[in-house]
């Protein structure tokens, strides 16, 4: 189902936002498409899996740990140095500044093969400056069962850098994170529960009882009557027991066609960012707005009380306060029946209101019944 979106930045002004509606409008007008399949669902028992490891980046140009203030990464050294035959003394003052400890994360995909291999990411957790020009020494990587699913090692790729002098300092992007593409080799593979038993399950993207019918009836038209709603985010499918007869099944099955459920009439506001996103279903009644705004402004002058010369007098800061409080002149418009997103926009472009602003009216036009759309805030 095309959708039809309008979003407000905080930093955009209003008729910007009608302009880029108008366009989004445009583009997305015509009838209703139908998602294939694989584009809805997500074959159960087939997913990734996340791989975490602690390790050691080396050669660093001096930007790499502290390590009088992180412990952690000279009891790791010491490890590593013991596994490789070479016993320090726990008494030993170390602080090897091309040094850094990380935290190594690894996103396993599905049905990936032992020798394979995947991409890396890295992260410093102590107080290391950057990871450029470092190498990460052989990590371990497991997954939530504890076992080791892969090892990763190589040069870091770091999009970041910092530069800094006595008295001031730079920082671009992240210097702390880095990437290690292919970093991984995989040890040993994830089952997928797929193959077992009579039936495969499809978990939808969309959970919706509309969408568990449509998919359901699509399936069964296309493919006979082998599929079952379990309920409005799962359906069970009849399939082969052979593992190897699953493989074209499920690629067929995924490439069925299926016309979405139209989704609810939201209307989604992003609290931090001031995003105001319109479905294409979000209407508004007749209303009457009246925008205006109160200010308040609050000086604090402090003004110094200086005695008579040879009195006993003391200095003394005495506290001057302004406070002044300004209301506006409010703007009333008359908000008319809006069937379509365009409409909304050009009722609400007429106010001349911010973002911030329109969170509030929309919200008030939700209390008063004029608006007919959820709200949900993200």
Not at 173 to 187: C, H, K, L, S, Y
Request: net charge neutral.
């Amino acid at each position: 189902m095309a959708r039809r979106l309008v979003q407000l930045s905080r930093y955009a002004p209003v008729a910007l936002w009608l302009a880029a509606a108008g366009l989004a409008l445009g583009v997305a007008a015509g009838a209703a498409c139908a998602d294939r399949l694989k584009e809805m669902v997500q074959v159960e028992g087939a997913r990734d899996n996340q791989l975490i490891g602690y390790g050691l980046v080396g050669g660093l140009p001096g930007t790499g740990d502290q390590t009088t203030q992180v412990p952690y990464t000279v009891q790791a050294i010491q490890n590593m140095m013991r596994q490789m035959g070479l016993t320090l003394s726990p008494q030993a003052f170390l602080q090897p500044t091309a040094v850094a400890a990380v935290m190594v994360t690894v996103d396993l995909p599905a049905f990936m093969q032992i020798g394979q291999r995947i991409n890396v990411t890295v992260s410093a957790m102590g107080n290391a400056k950057s990871l450029r020009g470092g190498v990460l020494l052989m990590t371990e990587l497991r997954g939530a069962d504890g076992q080791v699913y892969a090892i990763a090692q190589g040069s870091l790729l770091v999009s970041g850098f910092e530069a800094s002098g006595q008295a001031a300092s730079t920082t671009v992007n992240i210097p702390t994170v880095a990437q290690i593409p292919g970093g991984a080799t995989i040890e040993r593979t994830a089952k997928s529960s797929y193959a077992t038993g009579e039936s495969i399950l499809l978990d939808l993207d969309q959970r919706s009882f509309g969408n568990a019918a449509r998919i359901t009836d699509a399936i069964n038209a296309r493919m006979g009557p082998i599929a079952q709603a379990v309920g409005p985010a799962q359906i069970a499918v009849h399939a082969p027991l052979a593992p190897a007869g699953r493989v074209g099944f499920i690629a067929q099955l995924l490439d069925i066609e299926v016309a979405p459920d139209r989704p609810p009439a939201e209307v989604v506001i992003d609290a931090q960012s001031g995003t105001v996103v319109l479905g294409q279903d979000v209407q508004i009644g007749p209303a009457a707005v009246a925008y205006g705004s109160l200010a308040v402004t609050v000086n604090e002058t402090p003004q110094v009380s200086q005695p008579e010369p040879f009195s006993n007098g003391r200095t003394r800061t005495v506290p001057r306060t302004q406070a002044k409080a300004e209301e506006k002149t409010a703007k009333i418009i008359e908000l008319r029946n809006a069937p379509r997103v365009s409409d909304i926009v050009r009722n609400l472009n007429a106010i001349g209101a911010t973002s911030s602003d329109l969170i509030a009216i929309l919200q008030a036009l939700k209390e008063s019944g004029s608006l007919h759309a959820r709200i949900k805030v993200i």
